[in-house]
């Protein structure tokens, strides 16, 4: 069942934007539920950023997914300690706040960049989507943040009033 926002035409246009025939979207096997957390994460952690902040937010969700100490799913590293009122991954999973999506426009290129990622293969990987150093973030904040955390990573760079963090690398 598609929510009122993921219909099939917005599929369709995700669809157009990745260039991907609806052969090569089935192969893709994106999973609707994992695209709609990456989504929704995207959306309410960066819509007001461009395109390529979106992306790089997206990623690092992408990049958790991958590392052993996070959940091995997109909706399980979304919503990580999401019953810690405050005190979860991605704040909008525990501020209390509504998580109603009201900006259309916005929740459409949320939809279409969770799409594009989750469908990324090496040649993608390759483009300058993100920036090469962005393929390796596990952290973000916005600038107007000091988190405790951001001293023990190595800052990779920004984007928008995002800057993003890494592991250190020895």
């Given at each position: 069942m ?27 096997k ?77 929740w ?63």
């Amino acid at each position: 069942m598609l929510s009122k926002f993921c219909s099939t035409a917005s599929i369709a246009a995700v669809t157009a934007y990745l260039c991907l025939t609806p052969a090569h979207a089935d192969e893709a096997k994106i999973d609707k539920n994992e695209a709609k957390c990456l989504a929704t994460a995207i959306y309410f952690e960066a819509r007001g950023e461009s395109s390529k902040g979106q992306r790089g937010v997206g990623q690092v969700i992408l990049n958790r997914v991958e590392d052993p100490r996070y959940p091995d799913t997109v909706c399980g590293v979304v919503y990580q300690n999401a019953h810690r009122r405050n005190a979860c991954q991605f704040s909008f999973a525990c501020d209390g706040q509504s998580e109603a999506i009201t900006d259309r426009t916005s929740w459409k290129a949320a939809v279409a960049h969770s799409a594009e990622l989750l469908a990324c293969d090496e040649e993608c990987r390759a483009s300058d989507r993100i920036g090469a150093a962005f393929w390796s973030a596990t952290h973000y904040h916005a600038d107007y943040v000091s988190p405790r955390w951001a001293k023990k990573l190595k800052r990779i760079g920004t984007i928008g009033a995002h800057l993003f963090y890494a592991e250190h690398i020895s």
